[in-house]
């Protein structure tokens, strides 16, 4: 049972336009989200993250925005760069709980 | 610069070998995970430690795997025997808290 979902396998956008990247969840416990970015042959690295008392946190170029009655979160990439392009995986949390449930991951692909 | 270092990086290994893939998290972080990641799951949780203390290895198939804290600096991994459906890249993490620093990945090949 998949508790964390992106249902884009991956995604192509523009140089200079934005990226939206979703993902849903089912678990109505989970109250802390993140986003990793992943590029081939290295680990996943934390990007940004959002608790559930908020429900929009940006961090320069990137922003998340979670609709708590939707189940749903988003991550806006604009512009987005070409150094953008790897897999994103989105995770779900209880806070305080270190334990994160992940997604299948989108890879992104930004077309120069 | 901390980070998690695993080892093997790569392992190629024939189908009934044992496979132990070692971790060292970053100093001074107290709890550990061992994650998976294939194409159809994603990133699954295997195991995770928290001072050492196994907490929660119910994503891990008993049967064939086991995961270990020997010390604070070291975690291992445990395939045996191993299987084809076992090839996948199996990732370190370690936190102090709600971010998780994930380590480059062991990738196995079971053949």
């Known amino acids: 049972d998949q508790q964390v979902k992106q249902n884009s396998p991956s995604l192509s956008v523009q140089e200079g336009r934005i990226s939206i990247l979703n993902c849903d969840y089912t678990?109505?416990?989970?109250?802390?989200f993140l986003w990793y970015k992943k590029y081939p042959a290295e680990g996943p690295t934390f990007l940004i993250s959002?608790?559930?008392?908020?429900d929009k946190n940006e961090d320069g170029r990137f922003t998340v925005f979670l609709n708590k009655s939707a189940k749903h979160l988003s991550l806006h990439i604009v512009p987005s760069q070409p150094g953008d392009s790897a897999v994103y995986f989105c995770?779900?949390?209880?806070?305080?709980?270190?334990?994160?449930?992940f997604g299948t991951g989108t890879r992104l692909t930004i077309i120069p | 610069d901390a980070r998690v270092t695993q080892t093997p990086r790569h392992k190629v290994t024939e189908m009934g070998q044992e496979v132990t893939m070692r971790c060292q998290p970053i100093?001074?972080?107290?709890?550990v995970f061992w994650y998976r990641q294939t194409m159809m799951q994603g990133l699954e949780l295997l195991a995770y430690?928290?001072?050492?203390?196994?907490?929660?290895d119910s994503g891990m198939p008993k049967d064939r795997f086991s995961a270990e804290m020997p010390d604070a600096t070291l975690a291992t991994l445990k395939i045996q025997p191993s299987e084809p459906r076992d090839s996948a890249v199996y990732f370190c993490?370690?936190?102090?808290?709600?971010?998780?620093?994930f380590g480059e990945g062991s990738w196995l090949t079971v053949v």
């Open positions: 993490a370690s936190s102090a808290g709600n971010t998780i620093y």
């Open positions: 678990n109505s416990m989970f109250d802390y």
């Open positions: 959002i608790s559930s008392i908020k």
């Open positions: 995770a779900a949390a209880q806070f305080g709980n270190e334990k994160l449930t």
């Open positions: 100093l001074g972080h107290n709890t």
């Open positions: 430690f928290r001072n050492r203390a196994p907490l929660d």
